[in-house]
């Protein structure tokens, strides 16, 4: 982990603090001053209350129009920003016919594929004349196309899996497929630091949830010993199932997990790998595979892989790969 500075710590809290105080002063003599007028209709209760309206007139408002910018083109690597001013300090934006060109560094378009492009955009636009869309139906009614298999064919092949089933979210990868593959008498084992889909998906589950320390395979031994000796709660009963999550690249941090100390880890405890790759399949490694490819490790080696197209693919949605045999259902 990269350690901030104490004086960029020091002084970024000092000015916090100092916003706070002043917000705080100012409000003192708003209230004192217009103590009889309210902007509450009569009969009902204020939309805001205490420390969240605070934030929002005091801090919030201040820096509104750094936030949902609306733009004006494609997400390029450069795009048009639609310019923006305020006659109220902010409580109100009013947008202008002016852009401003940017550079994006606000988005998941890593590699530029959500723009035009000479060779995809033809494609795509002749697969919505034929196939539409949406289906408007789920894939296990009448919602799955040629297309969803080519897909997962294709998905299947580059990750180096045998099969692969896509999703329509990326979020919803994480949160609806672990209580699938887990559930009571399971064990999860999971990154102190994991997305928050993950973290929603093994709470869904009904297993048991264990944290090792963030990127630290120590402690990742440490804890599937302790949870391997004492068994389940109260019956003490073997675990039906352990799995161990972990992220290719960690979204916040950008660190790059340890997967080959993690997967000797896995492979001593006979638990099985559960890798996160939303962040780093089709970004890092020579084809871009992945930290598999990056790190030198056999995707054999990891039982699932997860993965979106909402980053370096340019689309929506996301990917579980492994075995064409479920060997996770109870």
């Known amino acids: 982990m990269i350690a901030i500075p104490y004086l960029t710590a020091l002084t970024t809290y000092f000015s916090y603090g100092l916003l706070f105080v002043f917000g705080q002063i100012r409000d ?3 209230k004192t001053i217009n103590w009889w007028n309210t902007n509450n209709r009569k009969g009902y209760a204020p939309i805001c209350l205490g420390l969240e309206d605070f934030y929002i007139r005091r801090l919030y408002l201040r820096i509104q129009d750094c936030f949902g910018r609306p733009i004006a083109s494609a997400p390029d690597a450069w795009f048009d920003v639609v310019e923006r001013y305020s006659n109220d300090y902010n409580k109100t934006l009013i947008r202008t016919n002016n852009v401003s060109r940017c550079l994006n560094l606000g988005s998941y378009n890593y590699l530029g594929f959500a723009a035009a492009d000479e060779y995809c955009t033809p494609r795509v636009i002749e697969s919505l004349k034929k196939y539409s869309p949406s289906t408007c139906s789920s894939r296990l009614d009448g919602g799955t196309t040629v297309l969803h298999n080519e897909l997962e064919e294709c998905v299947a092949r580059f990750v180096g899996k045998p099969a692969a089933i896509v999703f329509g979210m990326g979020y919803v990868t994480n949160s609806a497929i672990l209580p699938v593959l887990m559930g009571k008498g399971g064990l999860i084992i999971s990154d102190s630091l994991n997305h928050n889909s993950i973290v929603n998906g093994a709470r869904g589950s009904g297993a048991t949830i264990r944290v090792f320390q963030h990127n630290t395979p120590s402690h990742l031994e440490e804890v599937l010993r302790e949870q391997i000796a004492e ?3 109260r019956t003490h009963r073997p675990w039906k199932k352990i799995i161990v999550i972990v992220e290719g690249i960690y979204s916040m941090e950008g660190e790059l997990c340890k997967l080959p100390e993690i997967i000797s880890i896995c492979k001593k405890y006979k638990a099985y790998t559960y890798l996160d790759e939303a962040h780093s399949i089709g970004a890092v490694g020579k084809t871009g595979r992945g930290v598999c490819e990056l ?10 892989m997860m ?3 909402t980053k370096s693919f340019g689309s929506c ?14």
């Open 307 to 309: 993965g979106t197209f």
């Open 317 to 330: 949605g996301g990917y579980i790969a492994g075995s064409k045999v479920c060997y996770f259902a109870f």
């Open 295 to 304: 790190l030198g490790v056999d995707t054999a080696d990891v039982d699932i």
């Open 28 to 30: 003192f003599f708003r």
């Open 231 to 233: 068994g389940q709660p």
